[in-house]
């Protein structure tokens, strides 16, 4: 497995060595032409994630984010607020329904909470 890079990105920086890419999300833009930081940066992020999703249907949110922060170097936890309501925006537009929550937490794992159970005395 490659090590992830310390220094900035270069335009040859392999996407498998970009901040948030794995080898399955690398793996994936490799499967659409994209093998370079500097070709990830000849793209449009929304369209590239849209071209992803139609050849990888498990391509979620967590796949844009991972992009725009392989784009900026920066964590995919660190996208600003106003480019996570653009994407939902673009998402909603395009797939006709609003793009699924993120689960946070265990509860929206588990589905809704049981009522409590009645103690036998």
């Known amino acids: 497995m490659p090590l992830k890079r310390r220094a900035s990105p270069t335009p040859e920086t392999p996407v498998?060595?970009?901040r948030n890419?794995?080898?399955?999300?690398?793996?994936?833009?490799?499967?659409?032409?994209?093998?370079?930081y500097g070709q990830l940066c000849e793209h449009e992020l929304f369209d590239l994630w849209m071209a992803l999703r139609l050849q990888f249907p498990q391509v979620n949110r967590l796949m844009y984010y991972g992009m725009w922060g392989a784009l900026h170097d920066l964590d995919w936890r660190q996208i600003p607020e106003a480019e996570k309501q653009r994407f939902s925006h673009l998402a909603e537009g395009l797939l006709g329904a609003p793009a699924p929550p993120r689960a946070s937490g265990g509860a929206a794992r588990r589905g809704p909470a049981s009522p409590p159970r009645k103690r036998r005395t």
């Open 16 to 18: 498998e060595e970009l």
């Open 21 to 36: 890419l794995a080898k399955v999300s690398a793996g994936w833009l490799r499967a659409v032409g994209v093998t370079t």
